[in-house]
């Protein structure tokens, strides 16, 4: 512009609607990035809520495995039999189960674990001294192994309906 001369009017006009809509703009983009900034922070949350449904899934599932893993070595032939590592290796995976399960399962976890635990002390018996039993005493154990051996298929038939609730992705407790 050359000194002495005076703008157009328009440009007058164009300075004062940008001089309007500059904070108009400004504040569209602030807007934007708070709700940019909004929406990451819920695909956060979401993420978190996944990976902690997960984390249980994934804690759960190892109780559950190890659970099966003693009801089926407790059912096998006796030469198969749950033996102290099993036992071991089940309280060392299911610990932590009163605070993965509801009070009900953690119940059911220890009435399998008496059981199973109760099917190798008789057979452990009957395997050791049949000799020295009378027969009236090792027919009364060896019906008791085999009610006890029925219980414990019964369980292995359960178990999927017992930690259903606990494993299903879409709907775990």
């Known amino acids: 512009m050359m000194p002495g001369m005076n703008p157009p009017a328009w440009y007058w006009y164009a300075t004062d609607i940008l001089k309007a809509i500059t904070p108009l703009l400004v504040g569209v983009a602030v807007g934007y990035i708070a709700w940019q900034q909004w929406r990451t922070a819920h695909q956060q949350a979401e993420t978190a809520k996944r990976k902690l449904r997960f984390d249980l899934f994934d804690r759960r599932f190892k109780v559950f495995m190890a659970t099966k893993r003693l009801v089926l070595s407790s059912a096998a032939n006796p030469s198969k039999r749950a033996d102290l590592n099993d036992m071991i290796e089940f309280e060392q995976t299911t610990a932590e189960a009163e ?3 509801a009070p009900e399962l953690v119940a059911y976890l220890e009435r399998l674990r008496n059981w199973t635990e109760y099917v190798k002390k008789v057979s452990d018996y009957l ?4 000799a ?11 019906r008791e192994e085999k009610r006890l051996l029925a219980v414990v298929k019964v369980a292995e038939g359960e178990l999927n309906r017992y930690f259903r609730p606990y494993l299903d992705l879409q709907t775990a407790k």
């Open 99 to 101: 605070f993965l399960f």
């Open 132 to 142: 020295l039993m009378d027969e009236e005493k090792y027919k009364n154990l060896t």
């Open 127 to 130: 395997d050791s001294a049949p």
